[in-house]
């Protein structure tokens, strides 16, 4: 760019470019107090019951559903690849993982269709899905995304700090997250923070000596999810409900949520992360969490202004 061009550009703008004093100046899009996320929650209604698991498969309970009456949905479906967590490579307690993980015995690329296909119908105009995926099958999920006109807004990177060791190739220490949409101009997006990357760096949770089932998604993770694309009040789907953690950060976060899981050994577990934690919890007005970047960019301002 040439500095006639860039004079050209400077004045177009109204006002003159300073490093940083967007950063500093960052408020949430949306927030709520904990008094206005509590009265949300409790005022929101629905045709049917939610805060409830059902122990079934989760694509005909889907189609059970009303049309256009989800906010959001997260789905963290298995991989496809017969795993149990069970192997030593996986350094766990195998007696301390739940019997009856189910793998799926069809098709990928069917199985994707199928209960991906059922999203389209459920999601509110306003509504967005995240995906997550291993990249053995991610090809058999984008397909099916594609074939059901879901949007990708964005493809996230989890990364995390395990991974099984590997001989001739690199470690997989990520997962993919598919950000999706049902209409890219209608979907609801809170920019909670002011620079909010495509890679999230949050470490796997253990509970050592407890009851699981085979994979559980950090409740970090899921809050993230839930925090830019939903508000108190709002319900959440999760198809494959696992340990329940979907269910405890939208109890703990004044979301409401539903949910499906094959595996009936798994309801006392599911049951007891959900006695652990009242409503609300976990929630913190967005206004009072602390973005690094913000936070510097406001001490080089009062350092500007001598405060």
Known sequence: MTKESRREKTRKRKKPYVPHMAAARFRPQFDWTREDALREYQMAEFPFEVDTVHYMDCINGMRELPDECIDVVIADPPFGIAFNGKGSLYNRNEQLVVEGYHEIDE?????????????????????????FSGWTNLVDILNAVRLHNLTVI?????????????????????????????DSKKY??????????????????????????????????????IDFTSFPGALVL????????????????YRHYIGYEINKDMRDIIEHNLKQIEAGDLYTPYSERKEELVERAKEKFKKKRGE
């Open 154 to 182: 964005n493809h996230v990177i989890w990364k995390y700090q395990f991974g099984v060791f590997t001989r001739r190739k690199f470690v997989t220490s990520h997962y993919h997250l598919l950000f999706l949409v049902k």
């Open 188 to 225: 609801y997006f809170n920019k909670i923070e002011h620079y909010p990357l495509d890679v999230w760096e949050i470490n796997r949770t253990y509970r050592k000596g407890e009851l699981k089932n085979s994979t559980k998604l950090p409740e970090e993770l899921v809050m993230r999810c």
């Open 238 to 253: 999760d198809p494959f409900m696992g340990n329940g953690t979907t269910a405890v950060v939208c109890k703990g976060s």
């Open 107 to 131: 098709d990928y690329r069917e199985f994707s269709e199928r209960w991906i296909g059922e999203i389209p119908r459920v999601l509110k105009p306003t509504g967005s899905a995240w995906i």
